[in-house]
């Protein structure tokens, strides 16, 4: 994993550990804006007058009569959702040890007459000359985006200590910096193999970005520019396309001083890299300008106080040398590369974390009634005697509950027909495999290999297990054939 340097100075410059709040406000629809402001000071009110402990993960429930009205009917959630610089590791804490952090905000969806006029903001000039618009503007936060930070799971805390990373930055920019002493252009590479959730996060961290940073920016947008679509059929064009993609960006960061602006660039090698590519073709000039147009509008983007840039980059050299960045090679040089304030490899997920996935997976499965509930335990074969021997048992129920990771290990490993166990084997079988596919694979398996349309956890992870060595087995044909697999 790449060295995140940037987040290990903050901890002794707080006095207190920050625990967040996250407070949905009902939206029905109709982009009606609430005083997110008030509810935010009212929820902070009450859960100081309610509560002396809160946990991670916690929801809370409000009595109407808890909240001035009319506030308590348009609540729709209050979460528990992290804590920053906190060094307890319990998840629980004393609301007198820390500083409450609430954030209140509505879920947008872009209305009808939003959606042609956001297209016309950037590209339109070009609409008749290419296949699609460059760039899509997504209010934040989005509905669209609604879950994605909780599917994703990795090992490592990628997610949050990038997100506690970018907010730090931004609020740091927000105390009027002189651009010209601090050099940073706030902008973030993830890089890795594909299908390893580097889009997702970036749209993700897009969406809490925009919650955690609603005090400081009342509206949040994001600006997902389509690499596709500038580079390869009217490429010649490319150049001109992306200065004037910026230029209209920059009109909209002077114009909307409050808005925080996320500017999205996925799979930013395929602007960068053109520069190689090109110089052997026959364009070389326009590719070069394209590139160069890039750099330039990053220079020129550092100076606002309301914007980060986030890319992301599939490179499969990755994959040789995770522990060092060698996309040198690919973009030919280091301009770009250079410009990048925060560089994170997002790795496969380990053993641990598919099986957390396959968990989820398979559990949504028999919430659809796909899969026949079961809940599983360990007890003493005769409970009065704690020397009597362990049990494993399975129980009927409503729903499939599997238990988590740690619990398999400390209950279930030595159970080795045991549906966790069973379930960890084919996890650590499945090693390898991107998160793309591990997240499709349990459905996958069901429709290939079993006849009915619900069936036993039993025959789902027989069915899995064959799905797994088959996709193994093509990762390997295909890697000795010299390519990936995605
Ligand atoms: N670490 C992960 N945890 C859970 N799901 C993942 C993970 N990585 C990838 N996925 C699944 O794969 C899908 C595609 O991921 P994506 O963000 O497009 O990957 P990338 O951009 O790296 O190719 C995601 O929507 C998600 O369902
Ligand atoms: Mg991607």
Redesign the pocket.
């Known amino acids: 994993m790449a060295t995140n340097n940037y987040s290990l100075q903050t901890t002794k410059v707080r006095q207190k550990p920050i625990l967040h709040v996250e407070v949905r406000v009902k939206s029905d629809g109709d982009n009606v804006i609430i005083r997110t402001d008030i509810i935010r000071e009212d929820v902070t009110k009450w859960l100081i007058d309610n509560f002396a402990i809160l946990s991670l993960g916690q929801e809370l429930h409000t009595l109407e009569s808890d909240l001035k009205e009319p506030h308590a009917q348009v609540l729709e959630s209050i979460k528990v959702a992290e804590c920053t610089y906190g060094e307890i590791e319990s998840g629980a804490y004393h609301l007198e040890n820390v500083e409450l952090d609430v954030q209140a905000y509505q879920l947008r969806v872009p209305t009808e007459s939003q959606c042609p006029q956001q297209n016309q903001n950037v590209g339109e000039q070009e609409k008749n000359e290419i296949d699609g618009p460059q760039a899509r503007i997504i209010p934040l936060p989005s509905k669209e985006f609604d879950g994605i930070w909780e ?4 090992d490592q805390p990628i997610p949050s200590s990038l997100l506690r990373a970018i907010t730090h930055m931004v609020l740091l920019s927000t105390r009027g910096l002189d651009t010209w002493v601090i050099n940073w252009n706030r902008l973030i590479l993830l890089w890795g193999p ?8 970036c749209r993700g961290l897009a969406q809490k970005l925009a919650i955690r940073l609603g005090k400081h920016f009342p509206r949040s947008k994001l600006v997902e520019i389509q690499t596709h679509s500038l580079g390869s059929k009217f490429f010649s064009e490319s150049g001109k396309l992306v200065s004037k993609m910026f230029e209209t960006i920059e009109a909209m960061l002077l114009e909307e001083e409050d808005t925080f602006v996320c500017v999205f660039i996925d799979e930013v090698e395929t602007i960068t890299a053109r520069r190689e590519q090109t110089i052997i073709g026959n364009e070389p000039l326009d590719a070069m300008r394209a590139v160069n147009t890039l750099l330039t509008a990053l220079d020129r983007l550092r100076h606002h106080i309301n914007i980060i840039v986030l890319c ?1 980059s ?1 490179l499969i050299s990755a994959l040789v040398s995770p522990n060092r960045l060698i996309i040198y090679d690919v973009f030919q040089d280091n301009a770009f590369i250079d410009r990048i304030d925060i560089k994170q490899f ?1 790795p496969h ?1 380990n053993a641990t ?1 598919i099986y957390e ?1 396959y968990k989820s997976c398979f559990e949504n499965l028999s919430k659809c009634g796909v899969i026949e509930g079961l809940t599983f335990d360990v007890i003493q074969l005769n409970p009065q005697d704690p020397e009597t021997p362990l049990q494993y048992i399975e129980h009927p129920a409503d729903r499939l509950i599997l238990p988590s990771y740690d619990e398999m290990l400390i209950g279930y490993q030595i159970f080795p027909d045991s549906i966790p166990k069973q379930l960890a084997d084919v996890a650590s079988a499945s090693v390898g495999l ?3 596919c591990l ?1 499709r694979l349990p459905a996958l398996s069901l429709a290939l290999h079993t006849q009915n349309t619900r069936c036993r956890i039993h025959d789902a992870l027989t069915a899995l297990h064959q799905g797994v060595t088959e996709e193994q087995h093509a990762k390997t044909e295909t890697e000795a054939l010299g390519g990936s697999v995605k």
Not at 151 to 154: D, E, G, T, V, Y
Not at 194 to 201: I, R
């Open positions: 599917s994703l799971l990795f594909p299908g390893t959730g580097k889009t997702s996060l992301t599939n997002i997920p974390v996935i991107s998160g793309r997240r």
